[in-house]
């Protein structure tokens, strides 16, 4: 089972839209989690048609993010980003990118891609958004 | 044994002995309904040619002395300045075009290399490929308002990179990049420079930039600049900001078919020699000295790109490029006579950015929007009446 984060608007319909989408896409949700920052929606999904999911948000225009990328949450202030990426270089796991997904008024969603996910992972335990 | 049963064969028997056998058939025409389906793309690129306000094409030009090249399979492979085997090229016509850019950017007399390449973002792949040979262990800092293929780049080349915040202008936020850098100060910064970004038209200082490298005594750094648009605007207007070598740029891209106009994507990548020659050294390995990114490459876009030059001349483009500038200052205050929050990055920016238009005027424009704006860019055959209909088709949606 794989997970996808999916960007919304910050809107109760946005939950209903995506999962009619995939449902229409013949994928079946597994379990979602959902959760609002500042003005951005954000579904943590499990689903069984993993490719067929990411191609029907996508054609949709929505940002799904898949989980070859860690999401974090900093806070939306100059160099926050450099320090993620130092903790994590410092202990030994290599950053490959690091991209802004949304900013928000205090926040901004970032996407991470790194060699040990799972090291990363729990380095960052305390902005990671998706399990 | 073989033979034998070969020309056992009825087909090949009259092959091999018919005096006049074609080697290949003779192409069929067209039908009648293929010559329909042409027709009806020709009408419908003549169409949208006038509508097409937010791509920025120069869509006015007539290249037809060039036409009778393309019955040669011309081929510009390998690097324009040490010669091919293969005759059909242009890489006489190549060198002078790049020459040309090189002038009007301001490289360093005798340390400047470049080739035309098939657009921007192969001049932006080859700046970054530099940057990376020099620094392999460097990272890459971007702004979020930079082009989305620089992303595709950065995976294909497998470079580390950390986006940077965007102001709401458009520019780098030049205290997250220092923050970045500061904290980052043992990695070689490779500064990818938005010089005129694509939906703002906004162009990232590098007095900033170098200020900040310097300050922080940072000892090795690479710049490259995305120039696609503006790196043929900035040479023909005055008080230019800095946007190229003499400013600290390490390598450049600008694109060949938007501002000067040419129906085939090209564009040019200049690099400095010195770094040029250092890489090749390091690829030598492979048997090559060509640091070219294609094998095969397109010898009618240096031909089309040097043709423009000549006819245009410097005092063409500069008032193809004031005509631009004219327009689109026109077009600001139109926009914002209907109550439209028009702007531009400055005074020399041909981009202008509004909030985005409701969806019948998306419909009947061609328009890129991004996220809730979108913009047109005043180049030919764009004209004040041109501006006048959308401005009129905007605010009417609107009420």
């Known amino acids: 089972m794989k997970q996808i984060t999916v960007l919304t608007r910050k809107d109760p319909a946005e939950l209903i839209r995506v999962a009619t989408l995939l449902g229409d896409a013949g994928v079946n949700i597994e379990s979602m989690d959902a959760e609002n920052i500042e003005e951005t929606g ?33 806070a939306d202030k100059p160099g926050a980003l450099a320090v ?34 799972d090291k990363a992972r729990a380095i960052l335990a305390d902005v990671v958004v998706r399990n | 044994m073989q033979w034998k049963l070969l020309m056992a064969s009825p087909a090949l028997t009259a092959f091999a002995f ?25 009408a419908q690129f003549a169409a949208s040619r006038p509508l097409s306000i937010g791509y920025p094409c120069n869509q006015e030009f007539d290249y037809s002395a060039l036409f009778r090249f393309l019955e040669f399979a ?10 091919s085997n293969y005759r059909l090229n242009t890489h006489e016509f190549e060198r002078e075009v790049v020459a040309e850019f090189a002038r009007h950017a301001r490289a360093p007399e005798g340390d400047w290399w470049g080739y035309v390449t ?15 040979e020099l620094h392999p262990d460097g990272m890459v800092y971007f702004s979020e308002d930079t082009h989305y293929s620089v992303a595709k780049i950065l995976r294909l080349q497998h470079m580390r990179n950390i986006m940077i915040k965007g102001q709401p202008n458009g520019q780098l936020d030049y205290d997250d990049l220092r ?5 980052h100060r043992d990695v070689p910064p490779i500064i990818f420079a938005n010089i005129g970004t694509t939906m703002k038209g906004s162009i990232d200082d590098l007095k900033i930039i170098r200020g900040i490298l310097d300050d922080l005594a940072i000892p090795e750094s690479y710049i490259h600049a995305d120039a696609a648009l503006s790196g043929m605007i900035l040479p023909f207007v005055e008080s230019a900001p800095p946007w190229s070598f003499p400013d600290g740029v390490d390598s450049l891209s600008i694109s060949g078919h938007k501002l000067l106009g040419c129906p085939l994507p090209c564009g040019i990548a200049l690099a400095r020699k010195r770094n040029v020659d250092r890489i090749a050294r390091s690829v030598e390995y492979v048997g090559a000295l060509d640091t070219t990114i294609s094998g ?9 790109l040097w043709h423009r030059l000549r006819t245009l001349g410097d005092d063409g483009i500069r008032e193809l490029v004031q005509r631009c500038i004219h327009l689109a200052g026109y077009a600001v205050e139109k926009l914002r006579a209907h109550d439209i929050d028009a702007w531009r990055h400055d005074a020399h920016s041909i981009t202008v950015v509004f909030p985005r238009p409701p969806e019948p ?39």
């Open chain 1, 42 to 74: 954000l579904m943590v999904l499990s689903v069984d048609r993993y490719d067929e999911a990411v191609r029907a948000l996508a054609s949709h225009g929505l940002r799904a993010v898949t989980q070859d990328a860690l999401v974090i949450r900093i």
């Open chain 2, 296 to 304: 095969s490459r397109n010898a009618i876009t240096p031909l089309m």
């Open chain 2, 74 to 83: 011309a081929n510009n492979v390998g690097d324009p300045f040490s010669g």
């Open chain 2, 179 to 183: 923050e970045t850098l500061r904290i």
């Open chain 2, 361 to 399: 005027v998306m419909r009947k424009w061609v328009i890129a929007p991004k996220k809730k704006i979108a913009h047109l860019i005043t180049l030919p055959p764009m004209t004040e009446e041109t501006i006048d209909r959308f401005a009129a088709d905007f605010a009417a949606s609107m009420s």
């Open chain 2, 118 to 132: 098939n657009g921007g973002t192969e001049g932006n792949m080859y700046g970054l490929y530099v940057a990376r």
């Open chain 1, 84 to 117: 993620v990426s130092r903790k994590l270089s410092d202990a030994g796991v290599d950053v490959r990118s690091m991209h802004i997904l949304r900013r928000d008024a205090s926040e901004s969603l970032v996407t991470l891609v790194v060699t040990d996910q």
């Open chain 2, 18 to 42: 018919s005096p006049r056998a074609p080697i290949f058939r003779q192409p069929m025409p067209l039908t009648a309904a293929d010559h329909a389906r042409l027709d009806a793309l020709h």
